[in-house]
């Protein structure tokens, strides 16, 4: 398994594993043309991981500043795993290079945020050494 950043030959792979994260039946018309926006953003990366050339995971880091700090934060969105490749430790890869890219950015801190019911996931996310607080959870960077 490797994980890397995406690119264009991602996107195909990406796009039918996005339903499973979003609880969405169907993508907006528009789900390629912003993935691939992201892909080519500076305040955006997109990661997957893959096997043999198929995308099992991915997940998107948005880098943003705001008025209170010289470094940005990261916000940690949409880290998926296709249903049928769970268990294997990619979550927790896709999770591992995300914090290392937020790092590398020099964040001071990475963000984001899950449904209430995801419990699960939650204690996967405390377990990497995020930190509940109030509605986010946080890891200082």
């Given amino acids: ?3 890397t950043l995406a690119a264009y030959d991602d996107v195909a792979g990406i796009l039918p594993l ?3 994260i979003y609880r969405v039946s169907e993508l907006p018309p528009e789900a390629k043309q912003t993935l691939e926006q992201q892909i080519d953003s500076d ?3 997109v ?3 893959k096997e043999n050339g198929k995308v099992l995971g991915a997940g998107t880091i948005f880098y943003l500043k705001n008025a209170g700090h010289t470094s940005p934060f990261a916000f940690l969105e949409g880290i998926v795993v296709d249903d049928a490749a769970r268990g294997k430790g990619i979550g927790t890869a896709l999770s591992k290079k995300a914090i290392e890219l937020a790092k590398a950015k020099g964040c001071y801190k990475m963000i984001f945020t ?3 019911d995801r419990e699960k996931i939650h204690k996967f996310y405390e377990e990497l050494g995020f930190k509940k607080w109030g509605f986010e959870f946080r890891m200082d960077l």
Wanted: proline share 7%; net charge negative; aromatic share 0%.
């Fill in 47 to 49: 990661v997957v991981a």
């Fill in 114 to 116: 899950s449904g209430m």
């Fill in 43 to 45: 305040n955006c990366d």
């Fill in 18 to 20: 996005l339903p499973q």
């Fill in 1 to 3: 398994m490797e994980i």
